[in-house]
C-alpha cells in the first residue's frame, strides 16, 4: 500500500447551498494539508467507502482552507453534496494545470462562464480582484440556466465593488428577472473587447466553450491567449490510469486548463 | 543491495560460459538469494509466466507457431529452453498486477472520519525474472516510465520493481509475429538487465553464453564459478542474434509514426478496421506495454470497512471513456483508433518514446487476426501524398 | 428626435465597412431617439414598420401569456439590431419591446429603407447581408439555449459520479 495514495482528511467547516443541485463545501484540514492550490487546479474529493470524483476549487487561491461546489448529478456527488459541517472528506491532490491568470498583467483579463463553469473561474476571479491594479480591465461574463440556478449569485455586487465588469444573462428568465437574457456569447459584443490585448479564460459545457472560443476567435483574438478548462473521466489524478486522455493530452497532467490553440484540433475531431 | 543503476564496465567485457544444468544452479543461486524465480512454462496449451521451483520447470523442447489470431505448441526436436516467442503473459503481470488493493480504511470513531490500514504497508516479494525477451526488457522500462520508476520511488510499482533481478534471454528464433528489430528493441537486448543468455542449440551441442550487466549480476555469478568463454562461441552467439534480425516474421515502417497518426484523424482505414474489431480487448491484455487501469470503491455490509481496488482497464471498454453519463468514444471505430494512435503515437508526446516493442502479442492474440503492421502500411498509403499524376500513390 | 451625421453613424458595428456615400445615404433617413427605463417600444402584434440600430442600454423582447406574467424572451443591447419583423410578409412584431435600461438608438422607418434599397440594389445588397447575418446568428443562439446546456446531465446506469 502506498500511504500516498490515501485522501487526507478534511473537515467540512461550513457549507452552502448555491441552487437546488449544487452546494459549495469549505473544508479545513483534519490532520496534514495538500500542498497549495493554484486557481484552475482540481482535487480528487473522496466521500467514505462510495468514491472520489474530480472537482476544481473554487475558492480564492493560497487560503488555509479549500472551497470546492459541487453539483449533485451520481452517487458521489450526491452523497457530498449532502454531508453536513463537521462531516470529513477525503482529498487527494491538488492535480493539474492553473489558469495563470497571473501572466496577463497590463492586459484585459476576460472571463466566460457558462453554469457550473463559473466554480473553476471563481477562484481566477477572487485571485484577480485581490491583486485589481495588476489588470487592466477584468471582465466576467457569466450564462446561466435561469435565476434561480445562478451559481454565487450573491456574490456578484461585491465582484463589482473590487473592480470587475460583470455581466450575466440567463437562458430563461423567471418574473423576477431583469437582467440580459440570452446566450453567453451575445454579451460579448456588448462588452466590447480588445482583442490583442486581452486574456480569455473560458469553463463551462464543452459545447459552449467551443462556441465561447470560435466567437472570441471572430473578434480577432488569438488562439494562445483563450484558455479552456477540460473534462474528462478521470480516476487516479497522477498520468497513471489512462482514463483522461485526451489524444496526446493526459487531462489530469496536462490539463485541465489548456489553450485553444492545443485544444481546438482535438475538440474538433469527434470521438477523440 | 548492490547498486543497480551502477554499470559494471569490468563484468560487460568478460562473457562466461554456460551448460543447461547451470540453469538449475542458477535457479538455486537467485532462491538461496531470497529471490522467487518467474519464467516461462507450460500452462494448458500455452507458454506462460508463472513460478518456477526449479529450473527444470522451463518449457525444455517446446517453440510456438505463430500466426494473426493463431498460437499453437509444437515439439521442437532440440531441447531449448528458451526456443519460444512471446507467449499470452507478460511481465506487467508481476510487477503491474491485474487487480491491486491501493488501501483500505475504517470509520473511525467520530464519525465521517476514517483510519487508512497501515498493516497493509508490507515489503513486497523479491521477484528474479528469468527469461526475459529484449522486447519484454524494453517494455518493462516503458512501463517504468508511466509508472514513476525511479521518480516516484514510494510507489508500490516502484517499491516491487526496485527489488526485480532480470536474467534477459537474447532472441536467435524470430516468431512469425515478431518485429522487434523495427522498433529497435531487440533482437539484441539493451541496457537493464543483470545477465544476458543466448542460448545456442545445435550440432555443436546446448551451452550458454552468460553476459553481465550489473553489479548484482556479477555477484550472484560469483557463486556459480562459471568458466570464460571462448572467444570462438562468443562469436557464434553474437552471428546468431545479429542473424536475428534479418530473419523477422514481420517489418514495421517506424519512422515518423507519431506525425502519421496525429494527421490520420480521419482515415477511411479506421471504418476498415472497425469492421473486423470485436473491441475484445485481448490486446490491450496482452500487450507489455498497456498500463491503463480503473479504481473502485467498495465497502462491507456494514458500511464501516473501505477498500479501494485497482484493475486492469482497457480503452476498448465501452464506458472506459465515460462523460456525463455516456462515453466520449462510443463507436468501435473510436476505440480501435484511440488504441493505435496512442500505442504508436501520443505515446511519444505523454512519454518520450512509442509505446510498442514488437513482441507482435496483439496480432497473435487478437481472435480476428489484426495485424498493426499492416494496419500502419495502409494508413501510411492512405495518407501519402498523391504521386505526379495527381492519382493517389 | 435629432439628424445623424455619417461619423456617428459609421461608429456603430452595422455600418461597418459600408462606403462613405451609402452611409451618407442611411444617414439621411436615420434619427436619433431615447428611452427611458422602463418605456415600452411597441406590443406585440403592432404594425412593424422600424429598424433600430441600438447604441446603448438594453432592450427586452417579451411576450405575453395568458395566467402568467410577461416572459422575457430575450435581450437585445449596444452593437445589435431591433426590429426585423418588417422584412416579412405579415410585417407584425412577433413580440413586444420595453427598456430595461434607459436605451438610444438610431431610428429607421422601414418604408424609407425598403425605398432605399430599391432604388440602389447594391445598398440592398449591403443591408440585407446585415440583416441576415443577424438573423443566422440569432438562430444559432436560439438552438444553443434549446439544448438547455446547463441542465444537470442524466445519470448514467451504474455511474459513480
Known amino acids: ?233 478521470m480516476q487516479c489524478g497522477v498520468a497513471e490510469c489512462g482514463h483522461c486522455q485526451l489524444g496526446p493530452l493526459l487531462l489530469c497532467r496536462d490539463g485541465p486548463v489548456v489553450s485553444y490553440q492545443v485544444a481546438e484540433p482535438l475538440l474538433a475531431t469527434r470521438e477523440l | 543491495m548492490p547498486d543497480r543503476d551502477v554499470p559494471d564496465d569490468d563484468a560487460a567485457a568478460q562473457p562466461w560460459h554456460m551448460v543447461p544444468d547451470d540453469l538449475d544452479r542458477l535457479h538455486g543461486a537467485l532462491t538461496a538469494a531470497g529471490y522467487r524465480v518467474i519464467g516461462p512454462r507450460l500452462a494448458g496449451n500455452a507458454i506462460g509466466l508463472g513460478e518456477l521451483a526449479s529450473a527444470r520447470e522451463l518449457p525444455f523442447g517446446w517453440g510456438v507457431t505463430l500466426a494473426p489470431g493463431g498460437y499453437r505448441l509444437r515439439q521442437r526436436g532440440d531441447n531449448a529452453a528458451f526456443g519460444h516467442s512471446a507467449g499470452p503473459g507478460s511481465w506487467k503481470e508481476f510487477l503491474h498486477p491485474p487487480r491491486e488493493l491501493l488501501w483500505s480504511a475504517t470509520r473511525a470513531d467520530d464519525g465521517g472520519g476514517f483510519r487508512a490500514e497501515a498493516e497493509l504497508r508490507q515489503q513486497p516479494d523479491k521477484l528474479a525474472f528469468l527469461g526475459v525477451r529484449p522486447c519484454d526488457l524494453r517494455a518493462i522500462q516503458i512501463q517504468d516510465r508511466v509508472l514513476g520508476y525511479p521518480a516516484h520511488p514510494d510507489s508500490a510499482y516502484a517499491r516491487r520493481r526496485a527489488e526485480v533481478f532480470i536474467v534477459a534471454v537474447n532472441c536467435t528464433e524470430p516468431g512469425e509475429t515478431c518485429f522487434c528489430a523495427s522498433m529497435d528493441t531487440g533482437p539484441l537486448a539493451g541496457p537493464g538487465y543483470d545477465l544476458l543468455l543466448t542460448e545456442l542449440v545445435g550440432e555443436s551441442g546446448h551451452e550458454f553464453v552468460v553476459g553481465v ?52 484523424h480521419d482515415a477511411a482505414r479506421w471504418d476498415d478496421v472497425a469492421s473486423r474489431c470485436l473491441t475484445c480487448g485481448n490486446c490491450t491484455m496482452a500487450c507489455p506495454t498497456c498500463f491503463c487501469t480503473s479504481v473502485e470503491d467498495v465497502t462491507d455490509l456494514s458500511g464501516d470497512h473501505a477498500e479501494r481496488w485497482q484493475s486492469w482497464a482497457s480503452c476498448f471498454e465501452l464506458d472506459f471513456s465515460q462523460l456525463h453519463g455516456g462515453p466520449v468514444r462510443a463507436s468501435g471505430v473510436s476505440r480501435y483508433r484511440q488504441w493505435l494512435t496512442h500505442k504508436l503515437g501520443t505515446w511519444h508526446d505523454q512519454f518520450g518514446s512509442s509505446g510498442c516493442v514488437g513482441c507482435g502479442r496483439c496480432i497473435v492474440w487478437c481472435p480476428v487476426g489484426i495485424d498493426l503492421t499492416e494496419e500502419i502500411a495502409a494508413l501510411r498509403d492512405e495518407l501519402a501524398p498523391a504521386n505526379e499524376s495527381g492519382e493517389p500513390a | 428626435m435629432s439628424g445623424v451625421s455619417i461619423r456617428e453613424l459609421g461608429q456603430h458595428a452595422f455600418a461597418r465597412g459600408l462606403t462613405t456615400r451609402q452611409l451618407d445615404a442611411l444617414a439621411a433617413l436615420a434619427v436619433s431617439v431615447e428611452w427611458p427605463a422602463g418605456c415600452r417600444l411597441f406590443e406585440e402584434g403592432d404594425k412593424a414598420a422600424r429598424l433600430w440600430l441600438l447604441r446603448s442600454g438594453r432592450v427586452a423582447l417579451d411576450l405575453r401569456v395568458p395566467g402568467r406574467e410577461r416572459i422575457l424572451v430575450e435581450t437585445l443591447g449596444p452593437g445589435d439590431e431591433l426590429g426585423l419583423s418588417w422584412l416579412t410578409s405579415a410585417a407584425q412584431w412577433q413580440f413586444g419591446a420595453i427598456a430595461q435600461l434607459p436605451v438610444s438608438a438610431f431610428e429607421f422607418s422601414s418604408a424609407a429603407l425598403v425605398d432605399l434599397c430599391e432604388a440602389d440594389h447594391e445598398l440592398g445588397y449591403q443591408l440585407t447581408r446585415r440583416l441576415l447575418v443577424t438573423a443566422i446568428a440569432r438562430l444559432q443562439a436560439a438552438r444553443i439555449r434549446i439544448l438547455d446546456l446547463y441542465a444537470a446531465p442524466a445519470p448514467a446506469a451504474g455511474g459513480t459520479a
Open chain 2, 213 to 264: 550487466g550489473s553489479a548484482a549480476g556479477r555477484e550472484l555469478l560469483a557463486d556459480l564459478a562459471l568458466r570464460p568463454a571462448e572467444p570462438g562461441i562468443v562469436r557464434h552467439a553474437r552471428e546468431a542474434v545479429s542473424d536475428a534480425s534479418e530473419h523477422m516474421g514481420r517489418t514495421m515502417d517506424a519512422g515518423g509514426l507519431r506525425e502519421l497518426l496525429a494527421a490520420s
Open chain 1, 1 to 233: 500500500m502506498t500511504l500516498s495514495q490515501v485522501p487526507a482528511s478534511y473537515r467540512v467547516s461550513s457549507r452552502r447551498d448555491e441552487t437546488h443541485d449544487t452546494v459549495t463545501l469549505t473544508l479545513e484540514p483534519a490532520g496534514d494539508p495538500i500542498a497549495a492550490v493554484r486557481a484552475g487546479q482540481f482535487t480528487m474529493l473522496y466521500a467514505f467507502g462510495i468514491g472520489e470524483i474530480p472537482i476544481s476549487v473554487s475558492g480564492r487561491p493560497g487560503q488555509h482552507a479549500l472551497a470546492q461546489t459541487i453539483r449533485a448529478v451520481g452517487a458521489v456527488t450526491t452523497a457530498l453534496c449532502a454531508m453536513p459541517a463537521g462531516q470529513i472528506v477525503g482529498v487527494r491532490g491538488p492535480f493539474g494545470t492553473c489558469w495563470d491568470e497571473a501572466d496577463a498583467a497590463g492586459r484585459d483579463l476576460l472571463l466566460v462562464a457558462g453554469g457550473i463553469g463559473l466554480a473553476p473561474l471563481r477562484s481566477a476571479l477572487l485571485a484577480a480582484l485581490s491583486d485589481r491594479q495588476r489588470y487592466r480591465r477584468v471582465i466576467a461574463l457569466i450564462g446561466a440556466r435561469s435565476p434561480a440556478e445562478l451559481v454565487f449569485g450573491d456574490e456578484i455586487d461585491d465582484w463589482r465593488a473590487s473592480g470587475a465588469e460583470v455581466m450575466v444573462t440567463v437562458d430563461r428568465a423567471d418574473a423576477s428577472w431583469h437582467g440580459n437574457v440570452g446566450v453567453v456569447t451575445q454579451l460579448i459584443r456588448r462588452t466590447g473587447v480588445d482583442p490583442p490585448n486581452t486574456t480569455a479564460l473560458i469553463c463551462g459545457p464543452e459545447v459552449m466553450m467551443r462556441l465561447t472560443a470560435r466567437s472570441l476567435l471572430a473578434t480577432g483574438m488569438s488562439a494562445g491567449n483563450i484558455r479552456l478548462s477540460l473534462e474528462r473521466n
